[in-house]
């Protein structure tokens, strides 16, 4: 008789769980990352026309709608929604990831250029893997602790390239100002993936994004105001791109990103938006005309071999466990 799980539903065999669990966790962490890299591209693009706190809360409005159309039939079904003590993660990286870390990047790229944002973002992963162990018990695995310095080594030569001013009438006191701010940002995303590895466990992904993002739209209500009469005077492809941001980096990869943190350890998930800086210089390139150096190019191909380092001690273990099936 197949074993069942908790509530009554058959769980699938050892042999046959790891293959879709892979397929389908490989797929999420791909999404995340284009679409995220593709936000730090629609920031930029869009910051003349929105300020900080009103491209948070349009961005996260309608990412709040879009995803209402899944989420609230799937809570009028089930009738289950947290209680007590389980609002408190959700409240705080809803305030801090949904709030606070957009806030803090969207006032950064007022400053910097896409590609030097996302690589300066990306010392986050180094914070949640060392988190993810001690909080979250994952442990300091060898090869995600190599794989990670590696890829922050590429992260540090996409710097290298991307961080000379833009005219010299810019100086360093502003460049100083973005990189506190994308560093902020980095925290607070860190604390937050730590916050949010429990919440996905009991809850499904679109529901615990949706829960933090409602919490982010609220606290940025005080930015209504501004927003309204910033997408009066916007022009429309800068209104549609503030949707976009809503609907696909928001709404889409925040649930992809919650639906794969729920398959995966939160530290090596993290070391995969390692890709995002390179990504991120490409499509910047592609629609910004923000040509990236021979040093962004060079980083970024480091940044794809430290992420194959962090995934190799999971190669290595199913490959030790197959004689034994």
């Known amino acids: 008789m197949p074993s069942t799980s908790p509530a009554g539903q058959p769980l699938a065999s050892p042999a046959a769980a790891p293959p879709p669990v892979k397929a389908l966790g490989v797929a999420a962490m791909v999404v995340t990352v284009v679409l995220w890299a593709s936000a730090f591209v629609g920031i930029r693009a869009i910051g003349p026309h929105f300020a900080p706190g009103s491209l948070t809360l349009g961005r996260l ?67 949640v893997a060392i988190m993810a162990g001690l909080f979250l018990k994952e442990g300091f695995p060898r090869w995600l602790l190599i794989g990670s310095t590696v890829a922050f080594a590429g992260v540090a030569l996409i710097a290298l390239g991307s961080g000379q001013p833009r005219s010299p009438g810019e100086g360093s006191t502003a460049d100083l100002a973005g990189v506190a701010l994308c560093l902020l940002a980095a925290v607070l995303a860190a604390v937050s993936v730590i916050i949010q590895k429990p919440v996905v466990r009991k809850f499904p992904a679109a529901q615990a994004t949706w829960f933090g993002i409602v919490v982010g739209a609220v606290c940025c209500l005080p930015f209504a105001g501004q927003l309204a009469s910033e997408v009066q005077a916007a022009p429309p492809e800068a209104t549609w791109a503030l949707v976009y941001l809503g609907v696909f980096p928001t709404a889409i990869a925040f649930t992809t990103w919650a639906y794969a943190l729920s398959l995966v350890d939160a530290g090596k998930l993290a070391a995969t938006t390692y890709l995002v800086p390179g990504t991120t210089v490409l499509i910047s390139w592609l629609l910004l005309g923000e040509i990236p150096t021979a040093w962004g190019l060079v980083g970024g191909l480091v940044c794809l071999v430290g992420v194959g380092l962090t995934r190799r001690r999971t190669r290595a273990r199913r490959t030790r466990q197959r004689p034994g099936r």
């Open 61 to 127: 409005a309608v990412a709040a709608v879009v995803l209402a159309f899944l989420v609230v039939p799937q809570l009028l079904r089930s009738r289950v929604l947290p209680t007590g003590r389980e609002w408190l993660p959700i409240l705080a990286y809803g305030v801090m990831w949904f709030g606070g870390y957009n806030i803090a990047l969207n006032a950064a790229e007022h400053i910097l250029d896409a590609g030097t944002s996302a690589l300066l973002i990306n010392v986050n992963p180094i914070l």
